[in-house]
């Protein structure tokens, strides 16, 4: 029961329908199927959400084991994957103080070598399982190193990071052109101006 979303509603109707001995089918309608029962729940819905005084309370006393809270409000989704995500953001935010993550520390403090797993590095790690012999699996003409990454023939441009990487200065360098030249009713720039930016070597 616990690993139904909204698990807490759907007990409290159980509850209702057991206490009321009710005979209850559900029927599935489309959306947007303009059926009448639909659209006065849908209204019922809405005039509960914009009411400040329905108190949040469930309306009747829920068939769970027990309700979980979390900052005084019940859990209302599958528990385990609740506990799952709280320890996900914890492990997250232990990792994002480390350090290396700290925003006063160097980007040089990084180890990407490690952390990038390239063929030199595996060779590295495993020679047992990655011949010493073997080159990088694209162009097969030199050793995959991190620098070789950013020079690769093999790769595809619009995937190559050097290329991907003078994109981007391109565009930032078009972006204030074009800014600059919308500004020129409030600055005056040279003739010249604009094959001079252009020039610039990105």
């Known amino acids: 029961m616990l690993k139904e979303s909204n698990h807490l509603l759907w007990s409290s109707v159980r509850s209702i329908v057991s206490q009321k001995n009710l005979d209850v089918t559900l029927i599935k309608v489309p959306a947007h199927a303009d059926d009448p029962l639909n659209n006065n729940v849908d209204a019922l819905v809405k005039a509960a959400h914009a009411d400040s005084q329905i108190s949040s309370q ?12 979390f900052n005084s409000l019940p859990v209302d989704m599958n ?39 390239t063929l030199t590095t595996l060779q590295r790690r495993k020679p047992y399982l990655y011949d010493l012999s073997w080159l990088c699996p694209q162009c097969n003409s030199s050793p995959e190193t991190l620098d070789h990454l950013w020079t690769c023939p093999y790769i595809l441009p619009e995937f190559s990071p050097l290329n991907t ?23 005056s720039l040279q003739d010249s101006f604009v094959d001079d930016f252009t020039a610039i070597d990105c």
């Open 165 to 187: 990487f003078k994109t981007l200065l391109l565009d930032l360098r078009t972006n204030y052109l074009d800014n600059l030249l919308s500004a020129t009713p409030l600055i």
């Open 79 to 117: 528990i385990q994957k609740f506990i799952r995500d709280i320890f996900d953001a914890k492990s997250l935010l232990t990792l994002a103080v480390l350090p290396r993550f700290n925003f006063n520390s160097s980007i040089s403090d990084i180890d990407w070598t490690y952390m990038l797993l």
């Open 58 to 69: 469930l309306l009747s006393e829920p068939l769970t084991p027990c309700i979980l809270q």
